[in-house]
Nanobody, 125 residues
Framework: VPLQAYGGGLVQAGGSARLSCAAS????????MAWFRQAPGKEYEFVGAFSWSRRRTYVSDSVKGRFTISGDNAKKNTVDLVMNSLKPEDTAVYYC??????????????????WGQGTQVTVSS
């Protein structure tokens, strides 16, 4: 089931941006949809996840307090990542990922079989 990521672009430091990840149909309505990012020359980093089955959100400590993640209850196939107080170090390609069932290892990118195309977020200082 393809995942489509929307949003991103060039943002000034201190600004905000919103990313959305939409899945076709309701394939992940019992699972998890997550966001990871990869900065140039760095490993993939977990950003946040929304568990449809647990109705819970998970956010990395590195962005906690600045980023929020939410599931669209009406559509049940879209997860949004709202990024506030952006910093230049948030510059990365952001990827959405999904799996059909919940996992406690939601932070581990190896748990996700389905990935969307990356979307670039560049934060200028």
């Amino acid at each position: 089931v393809p995942l489509q990521a929307y949003g991103g672009g060039l943002v000034q430091a201190g600004g905000s941006a919103r990313l959305s990840c939409a899945a076709s149909g309701l394939a992940y309505s019992s699972g998890i949809m997550a966001w990871f990012r990869q900065a140039p020359g760095k490993e993939y980093e977990f950003v946040g996840a929304f568990s449809w089955s647990r109705r819970r959100t998970y956010v990395s400590d590195s962005v906690k307090g600045r980023f929020t993640i939410s599931g669209d209850n009406a559509k049940k196939n879209t997860v949004d990542l709202v990024m506030n107080s952006l910093k230049p170090e948030d510059t990365a390609v952001y990827y959405c990922a999904a799996r059909y069932v919940h996992t406690v290892a939601y932070y581990d990118r190896r748990q996700y079989a389905h990935w969307g195309q990356g979307t670039q977020v560049t934060v200028s200082s």
